[in-house]
């Protein structure tokens, strides 16, 4: 087993905790609030910006050619996603510029950003790639059940074969990179439990 699949299998019970969370099933069934979707498109804007230069980070700290190019298209995948949120704000008139973060918003992007800003390229891939297989899962999960059309593009997006290749460079990267470690298992597990605090902010 891979130390990305090793991962994923440690924290699988979290991810299954995150998928029944009401936030999660009302995207699938369309029951989640739209203020609620409204703030957490905002959020997890904000987020996602941190997320990209948490893959700067690791573009600065890369050391192959073919690493440049990986951690290139990751960044070009994460301004994919901030243009749908980009149509999301658009629908329903989400101001996206000046967002102030809430405190699992804010928790969420100080850990990657400080554990980016440290330079252990296997350590940070740790704590960035469960939010891309996480989001895989949940899109992937929703999507093999009836699809409400109120959020169906979100669930469409993350249920996306790119949106899963996006994820599995990550992992190989995380392979490529990182050993078994406590502070890789320690990363990977605190962005997981970071996961279901930012949903369950959102709700």
Avoid at 51 to 73: G, I, K
Avoid at 100 to 111: K, M, S
Avoid at 167 to 189: F, K, Q, S
Wanted: hydrophobic share 45%; net charge negative.
């Amino acid at each position: 087993m891979s130390l990305a699949a090793a991962l994923w299998d440690a924290n699988r019970k979290e991810a299954e905790r995150i998928l029944a969370h009401g936030f999660v099933r009302g995207l699938g069934d369309g029951s989640l609030p739209v203020e609620s979707f409204k703030t957490y498109v905002a959020q997890d804007a904000y987020f996602l910006e941190a997320f990209s230069r948490a893959y700067a980070f690791c573009l600065a700290n890369s050391t192959t050619r073919e690493d440049l190019q990986d951690f290139a298209e990751l960044i070009a995948g994460v301004l994919d996603e901030l243009k749908l949120h980009g149509n999301y704000a658009a629908r329903w008139q989400v101001d996206l510029g000046g967002v102030t973060p809430i405190a699992a918003t804010r928790a969420y992007v100080d850990f990657l950003l400080e554990v980016a800003r440290r330079g252990n390229l296997g350590e940070t891939i740790a704590a960035m790639t469960p939010c891309m297989r996480l989001y895989a899962f949940l899109g992937r999960s929703l999507s093999a059940g009836p699809v409400a059309p109120r959020y169906a593009d979100w669930v469409t997006t993350y249920a996306d074969p790119g949106f899963e290749a996006l994820a599995v460079r990550l992992e190989a990267l995380l392979n490529r990179h990182a050993t078994d470690n406590a502070a890789v298992r320690g990363n990977y597990a605190r962005a997981m439990d970071l996961e279901y605090g930012f949903f369950d902010a959102n709700l």
